[in-house]
């Protein structure tokens, strides 16, 4: 049955994107807000908007009973959660079917099993999907944990069984560490995600990341093929592009078919991403965990294949199966996004919302920009400090580069600092545009480039 009316759990970028595919679909919206997102884009664009709490996220964002009370109330027939606040909540997913509606995304039990890493791990190997040397389950104990790690080497990285984004994770380079850092990840664990299980794995040196994109309808899945996310500042992306320069053809179809396999394995339905760590000195990839959910760089994916992610979710949330084959998708040219943050990254990339006075949006072949902005829209300080999303196109990488370099020179974001600095350094660097990087190559690069971005 087809989705009528739609409530979006979400804000900014995501939720406007979200309300542009509901509208082409024939789906009315209904945008949940908090009070500070009265003025939001979303809200503009929606048919419909509901406010669901106060500023703070916990009492309106993430407070799974306000969104359902909401949806319901708003005769909503399905909810569609973006990504990050409850996009990932298995409570949330099982609270929208229990009121009758439909959540866009998978379901409660498949959110659960990929959602916690060691039960990810183990349905991988399963499925005959390489993982990282690690533990096999959660290690609660410090001293099993220290005996594991010296039996797989150092340097090992001691991560939280139920965490993302970044969190709960420190790095060992001897058994000196290990002890120190395995206490400090577990109760930074419980305080981030109530849950202080941990799992050892082996860090793999001058690794890149990259991931594969997934489409499912509960019963077949398809891919997307893969995109690069290997530039990160702290864990978190900042650069992404599709298709990888690493891969030849042979590991792309080798890697890409792991993630079918893996996502078959669970009776994937919806928009999924699985994440790898690629060895380049061995050429072999190792999967690391599964996004559940819709992921910010999903429009590299879109660029090259000609695909609407969202859209499709949307169709499969209303019932319908995948309306395409796995030989309809092929790449074509090559995709680069930059996440423009409200950050100020000549000092220590310092959150720096404000009032956004003139917005000049670039243009032209092969530019997109996904956006929550318009002049004289007051940023929140409450939420993340993404502001949007800048992807080009082009026919090959160096030529998607050469249009990213064009598309920043024509941004403007007036009243407020962006990372928009960043990408202009980063665009002009010989190893980016050689795609000589892994995913501790910016960190190094931002030591020596620092005082540059202004």
Not at 264 to 285: I, P, Q
Not at 428 to 446: C, I, N, P, Q, Y
């Amino acid at each position: 049955m087809a989705i009528e009316k739609l409530l979006i759990a979400n804000r900014g970028e995501i939720a406007v994107r979200i309300v542009r595919a509901a509208r082409e679909l024939g789906i009315s919206t209904v945008q949940a807000h908090s009070a500070a997102d009265a003025e939001s884009l979303a809200v503009r664009l929606a048919d419909e908007a509901v406010e669901i709490g106060p500023p703070q996220a916990a009492k309106s964002y993430l407070n799974i009973e306000a969104v359902v009370d909401a949806a319901k109330a708003a005769g909503a027939d399905a909810v569609h959660p973006g990504y990050g606040f409850l996009a990932e909540s298995s409570r949330f997913a099982d609270a929208v079917e229990a009121a009758g509606m439909v959540f866009v995304g998978p379901r409660g039990d498949t959110i659960r099993m990929m959602g916690d890493k060691v039960e990810a791990r183990t349905a991988a190997a399963n499925a005959g999907v390489p993982t990282i040397p690690g533990s096999d389950g959660r290690i609660d104990d410090v001293a099993d944990a220290k005996a594991l790690a010296g039996a797989i080497g150092y340097p090992v990285m001691i991560k939280a069984a139920a965490g993302g984004g970044g969190r709960g994770i420190r790095i060992a380079h001897d058994e000196g560490e290990f002890e120190h850092f395995f206490q400090m990840a577990q109760t930074e664990a419980q305080s981030a995600f109530g849950d202080g299980g941990l799992y050892v794995e082996k860090v793999i040196e001058r690794a890149r990341h990259i991931e594969v994109q997934v489409l499912g309808d509960g019963s077949d899945v398809m891919h997307c093929f893969e995109r690069e996310c290997s530039l990160q500042r702290r864990r978190q992306k900042v650069w992404e592009e599709a298709p990888s320069s690493a891969l030849r053809p042979a590991e792309r179809d080798k890697l890409c078919a792991s993630a079918v396999a893996l996502a078959k394995s669970v009776n994937y339905r919806g928009a999924g991403t699985l994440e790898y760590l690629y060895d380049d000195a061995t050429g072999e990839f190792y999967f690391i965990e599964m996004n559940t959910r819709i992921q910010v760089e999903h429009p590299v994916t879109e660029w090259v294949t000609g695909l609407d992610l969202v859209g499709e979710m949307l169709r499969i949330a209303g019932g319908e199966p995948l309306r395409f084959r796995q030989e309809d998708i092929a790449l074509r040219g090559h995709a680069i996004e930059v996440r423009l943050n409200a950050e100020d990254p000549a000092n220590n990339f310092m959150p720096f919302p404000g009032i956004v006075g003139t917005l000049g949006v670039p243009g032209g072949p092969g530019v997109r920009f996904d956006t929550m902005l318009y002049s004289g829209y007051a940023i929140p300080p409450f939420y993340d400090s993404l502001l949007g999303k800048l992807i080009v196109w082009g026919e090959d990488r160096v030529h998607a580069i050469e249009r990213l370099k064009g598309a920043l020179a024509e941004l403007e974001i007036a009243g407020v600092k962006t990372t928009a600095p960043l990408f202009k350094a980063l665009a002009e660097d010989a190893d980016v545009k050689s795609g000589m990087v892994h995913t501790r190559w910016l960190e190094r690069w931002l030591e020596d480039n620092a005082s540059r971005l202004t």
